[in-house]
C-alpha cells in the first residue's frame, strides 16, 4: 500500500535555515492531509493539517503547502530548531467519514546546531 | 493540555494468550482510534469507533481483534490468541468528530512483544 509516499527516509538541516519535508500521494480522493511529528517512545502529535479546498495553511514557523495537481504536499518549517529534530509523517484521509488516515513512511528530520 | 493515554506502556506475551490494550481518550471526544506500527513500517489504521460501535475497520482487523468501550471512559482493544506478527506499536487516537479539520490526536502508545 504505497498510497502516501515520503521518499527522503532522512534530512539533515542546519539550525536557523529553512527544513521542508515532502510527501506524494496517489488516491485522488484524499481530501485531507495532516503533518504528525513523533519523538522515540512517544505518540504521534498533531502539528498542521491542510483541506484539499486549500493550497496553504501557516501556523508559526510551520506552513504546508499542497499542490492538488501534482499530489504533492510539502512542510516547510522556518527557522528549524534543535527541538524540531524528530521524525515527520504525512497522513491523509478522504471523504466521506474522513476517519481512517493513511500514512506515509516517515522522514527523519536532524537539525543540526 | 488533555491528553490520550494508554496502559500499559510495555506488554510482553506469549503466542496463543490474550491481551487487552487500554486507552484512555479525550475526554468530549467523540471518535475513537486504533493504528498500529510494526518495528520499520509504517503506522496502520486498525480500526474506528463510534456511538459504541465500529464505524469503520481495515483488513488487519479480522476476528482475533475486539473493541469495547466498557465505560464512559475507557477504550480497549483486545487481541484473542497472539501471533508473533502481533508483535508492534498500537498507538491509540481520539478526535473531537469526524471529518476534515477534526484532527486525531494520539496516545504515547503500547508497545506488545509476542514471544
Known amino acids: 500500500d504505497q498510497q502516501v509516499k515520503q521518499n527522503s527516509p532522512s534530512l539533515s538541516v542546519q539550525e536557523g535555515r529553512i527544513s521542508i519535508l515532502n510527501c506524494d500521494y496517489t488516491?485522488?480522493?484524499?481530501?485531507?492531509f495532516l503533518w504528525y511529528k513523533k519523538y522515540p517512545a512517544e505518540g504521534p502529535t498533531f502539528l498542521i493539517s491542510i483541506s484539499s479546498i486549500k493550497d496553504k495553511n501557516e501556523d508559526g514557523r510551520f506552513t504546508v503547502f499542497l499542490n492538488k495537481s501534482a499530489k504533492h504536499l510539502s512542510l516547510h518549517i522556518v527557522p528549524s530548531q534543535p527541538g524540531d529534530s524528530a521524525v515527520y509523517f504525512c497522513a491523509a484521509s478522504a471523504s466521506p467519514g474522513a476517519q481512517k488516515l493513511v500514512f506515509g513512511q516517515g522522514t527523519r528530520l536532524t537539525i543540526n546546531p | 493540555e488533555p491528553e490520550v493515554t494508554q496502559t500499559p506502556s510495555h506488554q510482553v506475551t506469549q503466542m496463543g494468550q490474550e491481551v487487552i490494550l487500554r486507552c484512555v481518550p479525550i475526554s468530549n471526544h467523540l471518535y475513537f482510534y486504533w493504528y498500529r506500527q510494526i518495528l520499520g513500517q509504517k503506522v496502520e489504521f486498525l480500526v474506528s469507533f463510534y456511538n459504541n460501535e465500529i464505524s469503520e475497520k481495515s483488513e488487519i482487523f479480522d476476528d482475533q481483534f475486539s473493541v469495547e468501550r466498557p465505560d464512559g471512559s475507557n477504550f480497549t482493544l483486545k487481541i484473542r490468541s497472539t501471533k508473533l506478527e502481533d508483535s508492534a506499536m498500537y498507538f491509540c487516537a481520539s478526535s473531537e468528530a469526524s471529518g476534515k479539520n477534526y484532527e486525531q490526536y494520539f496516545g504515547p502508545g503500547t508497545r506488545l512483544t509476542v514471544t
Open positions: 488516491n485522488s480522493m484524499f481530501d485531507y
